[in-house]
């Protein structure tokens, strides 16, 4: 795993572009025991539970930016790392390459971006709430996919909530449970 981390690495940092700023966030969030569908197309049946976390995020646009009819599309690199607490406590990092899309007008008045990542993710130990949800059956390592909205500020910070996604990839990297959390959080650029 050591090796896959390394070549990815080498292999991203080759693609930065030279005039690229990072962007860090802060973040917070809740567990919940509803599938990631339930989550999105009915947020009214939503079953929070006691785990929560925390996070640190930092993310840098690679290549260049692809410009369409819906918008600017940028990708990014983002590596985070977060804190659980409650039902269950280790620390979690996630590698996601995301796919950012700037509309050219706000939508809803709000929305300035959208955007889906997806990667690895690593757990310091089993997840218990997703031991729980699999029946016993809980994996450290999973894939790790998210989807956010953002609405940015003119002092160039922004908002953002996020549906949080770990998984075994439907049995793709063997057995495994799943979780889905809410996010929130806010980020900035220096």
Not at 10 to 38: H, I, K
């Given at each position: 795993?050591?090796?896959?981390?390394?070549?990815?690495?080498?292999?991203?940092?080759?693609?930065?572009?030279?005039?690229?700023?990072?962007?860090?966030?802060?973040?917070?969030?809740?567990?919940?025991?509803?599938?990631?569908?339930?989550?999105?197309?009915?947020?009214?049946?939503?079953?929070?539970?006691?785990?929560?976390?925390i996070?640190?995020?930092?993310?840098?646009?690679?290549?260049?930016?692809?410009?369409?009819?819906?918008?600017?599309?940028?990708?990014?690199?983002?590596?985070?790392?977060v804190?659980?607490?409650?039902?269950?406590?280790?620390?979690?990092?996630?590698?996601?390459?995301?796919?950012r899309?700037?509309?050219?007008?706000?939508?809803?008045?709000?929305?300035?971006?959208?955007?889906?990542?997806?990667?690895?993710?690593?757990?310091?130990?089993?997840?218990?709430?997703?031991?729980?949800?699999?029946?016993?059956?809980?994996?450290?390592?999973?894939?790790?996919?998210?989807?956010?909205?953002e609405?940015?500020?003119?002092?160039?910070?922004?908002?953002?909530?996020?549906?949080?996604h770990?998984?075994?990839?439907?049995?793709?990297?063997?057995?495994?449970?799943?979780?889905?959390?809410?996010?929130?959080?806010?980020?900035?650029?220096?």
């Amino acid at each position: 795993m050591r090796k896959v981390l390394i070549c990815f690495s080498l292999l991203t940092s080759m693609a930065l572009p030279a005039q690229a700023e990072p962007r860090f966030s802060v973040f917070g969030g809740f567990l919940t025991d509803n599938p990631w569908e339930d989550v999105l197309l009915m947020p009214w049946r939503m079953k929070p539970q006691r785990p929560g976390f925390i996070g640190l995020a930092a993310a840098h646009p690679v290549g260049p930016e692809l410009h369409t009819g819906a918008g600017r599309l940028q990708f990014e690199l983002e590596a985070q790392i977060v804190r659980h607490a409650g039902l269950q406590s280790h620390w979690e990092v996630n590698l996601p390459v995301t796919a950012r899309l700037d509309p050219e007008r706000r939508v809803l008045g709000l929305v300035d971006s959208f955007a889906f990542g997806i990667g690895p993710s690593f757990a310091s130990r089993p997840p218990s709430f997703e031991a729980v949800r699999g029946n016993g059956k809980v994996a450290r390592n999973l894939v790790y996919w998210h989807l956010e909205i953002e609405h940015q500020f003119e002092s160039g910070s922004s908002i953002f909530g996020r549906l949080h996604h770990r998984s075994d990839a439907f049995g793709l990297i063997g057995p495994g449970a799943s979780s889905n959390s809410l996010v929130a959080g806010y980020r900035f650029g220096f």
